[in-house]
């Protein structure tokens, strides 16, 4: 499969990653893959869409936004069941450790896609930018696949 990633580090100072004058990490390496979300079956201007991202830097990376040219907006939301029903709510930042990944996936955390410009057809890309809080932007391809495909 295709793999986007950025391998810039968020932190080229090492003033910026230090607590009291003392290092602690040189720099967070977030590498965002495999995105992912089904297509429309009718027209909506809604759709969830996933990814794994990891961080190969020493230094924790904070995701605090996501936006695509074919969305109004893109939310970090996370889906949970409280008392047997499906809920979901805004999410401001994920943390991402080093050395760990995190999966965006069915029924967990996503990308919320709203305002979408046209309904999402297999096969298309959609390409998704990812914000962090100390660092670059990662750019994200979304590959829309056929709804029963997984
Ligand atoms: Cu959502």
Redesign the pocket.
């Known amino acids: 499969m295709f793999r986007l990633a950025s391998l810039y580090g968020a932190c080229f100072a090492l003033a910026a990653c230090s607590t009291g004058g003392v290092v602690d990490c040189e720099a967070a390496r977030p590498v965002a893959s495999e995105g992912w979300a089904r297509e429309s079956l009718t027209a909506q201007a809604m759709g ?1 869409a996933y990814f794994r991202l990891s961080n190969q830097g020493d230094c924790p990376a904070v995701l605090t936004g996501a936006s695509s040219p074919l969305a109004a907006s893109v ?1 970090l ?3 949970r069941e409280e008392n047997g029903v499906a809920r ?1 709510r805004p999410v401001e930042r994920v943390e991402i450790a080093p050395g760990r990944n995190i999966d965006f996936a069915p029924g967990g955390l ?1 990308l ?1 896609l709203s305002g979408l410009e046209r309904s999402l057809a297999a096969g298309e890309q959609l390409p998704v930018m990812l914000s962090f809080e100390d660092g670059p932007d990662l750019e994200l391809t979304i590959s829309i696949e056929e709804a029963g495909a997984r």
Request: hydrophobic residues 40%.
């Open positions: 969830a939310g939301h996370e889906s979901m996503h919320m």
